[in-house]
């Protein structure tokens, strides 16, 4: 037997592979770290076996033997059912750059704290924490720091059940989703903006219940943010772009699907629309909504095909009463067999050259019908979505092949 294993109250053990990180490690605050410089015999395995806590190997491999060294250790637990990981000290979780870490020297500089680390072994879904950073006490969901109460359950930041939690990351797939809410206690507005979206049900400022969703928005761009600077309560929406600058956008618009930020305040200088400095200093990054909103609407129309903004005849925004506008597509699914049966399908009440936007969503037909309205158009102006079409209840493939796109009853009601 090579290794001994001391009483502890923690999940897991840290085992290193040099004798200066047993001493670094337990400066940042971890419990008796092991180390362990040869391969592990059977008698370490089966006294592992019997602790029952996960492992985490954190090393530095100067050289390849060391490397291969820890790989077999790992593979030695991994093949007996022990929960482990490796964790190379090279891992940029812990520092800026992985070529910071050139020597031991270099590892020893940048060694995590036992709170780093113990949440990257939560990340891990490996052990529970009790890291409540920017967390609700009570049921763990993330909370911005100045946000006085929960979302999600309500409950007042410094309160709750303080119970360990599993902190794992899981990927989400899809494009960040803008959601506006307003509470109607004390009218605070906030917005998120989250990987497949937020569910907030408490407001952050008094935590109360009663609160309405203002916005809800499949976002073109990435900006992450929530809570941003100066939301503007969706009844008194500002006009974003003018009709001169809309005609310029559409004159100077590139033939590319994405549009980088350096594209996109190109395209904003020529069209006449000033970028604030402060847009600039942060890498254009938006600090206000309006920005972000103006930001958005210019890489949309950029995006958009055909040229007439005034395309649609009978289109006029309840919002800001502008007429330039743009139809909005969607995609038709089949619910039974999961089959695309036709994309980007638009309303067709305009000139052959008027605008559509094609990137708005897509409806199921088949055992759930939709029941909500989907909006006919976007008000190039200030981003308004507003009218409705009926989406068909039933859809064949030839209905398109003979007759063209079936989209009966286009409807310009308000909301």
């Not at 959601?179 to 979206?197: A, D, P």
């Not at 040229?307 to 925004?317: F, L, M, V």
């Not at 409705?388 to 003979?402: A, H, L």
């Amino acid at each position: 037997m090579s290794i001994e294993l001391p009483a502890t109250e923690k999940a897991y053990y840290v085992m290193v592979n040099h004798p200066e990180m047993v001493s670094r490690a337990v400066k940042q605050g971890f419990e008796k770290p092991i180390l362990v410089q040869m391969e592990l015999d059977d008698d370490d395995i089966e006294l592992i076996m019997r602790r029952r806590k996960v492992i985490a190997i954190y090393y530095f491999a100067g050289t390849d033997e060391e490397e291969n060294l820890v790989k077999l250790n790992y593979q030695r637990m991994d093949e007996m059912g022990i929960t482990s990981v490796m964790v190379n000290c090279r891992n940029v979780l812990f520092h800026e750059d992985d070529d910071d870490i050139k020597s031991l020297a270099d590892c020893l500089r940048f060694f995590p704290t036992v709170l780093e680390f113990e949440d990257h072994l939560s990340c891990k879904d490996l052990i529970l924490t009790r890291n409540y950073e920017n967390r609700c006490e009570n049921c763990h969901n993330h909370m911005e720091s100045y946000e006085k109460y929960c979302r999600k359950c309500g409950t007042k930041r410094g309160q709750g059940k303080f119970e360990p939690f599993q902190n794992a990351v899981y990927g989400v797939y899809g494009p960040a989703v803008k959601i506006k809410y307003k509470c109607r206690e004390c009218e605070h507005i906030w917005i998120t903006e989250i990987m497949g979206g937020d569910d907030s049900d408490y407001c952050p400022q008094c935590g109360a219940r009663q609160i309405d969703l203002q916005q809800y928005d499949g976002c073109d761009n990435f900006f992450g943010y929530n809570g941003i600077l100066e939301p503007f309560d969706e009844a008194n929406r500002p006009v974003l772009l003018t009709e001169q600058q809309i005609d310029s956008i559409i004159k100077n618009k590139r033939g590319i699907d994405y549009i980088s930020d350096e594209d996109l305040q190109s395209l904003m200088e020529m069209s006449g629309i000033p970028v604030p400095e402060q847009l600039r200093a942060r890498g254009f990054d938006p600090i206000t909504e309006t920005e972000r909103d103006r930001m958005t609407l210019v890489s949309r129309i950029q995006n958009m095909d055909g040229h007439n903004p005034r395309g649609y005849k009978d289109a006029r925004c309840p919002n800001c009463d502008s007429e330039y506008a743009a139809a909005i597509g969607c995609s038709i699914w089949s619910y039974e067999n999961r089959e695309r049966l036709d994309d980007n399908v638009f309303i067709d009440a305009g000139t052959e050259d008027a605008l559509h936007y094609g990137h708005a969503g897509y409806w199921q037909l088949g055992k759930y019908q939709p029941s909500e309205e989907h909006p006919a158009f976007i008000c190039l102006c200030c981003g308004r979505r507003y009218g409705v079409f009926d989406i068909p209840t039933t859809w064949k493939k030839s209905d398109k092949e003979e007759s063209g796109i079936m989209l009966p009853g286009i409807s310009l009601n308000n909301e």
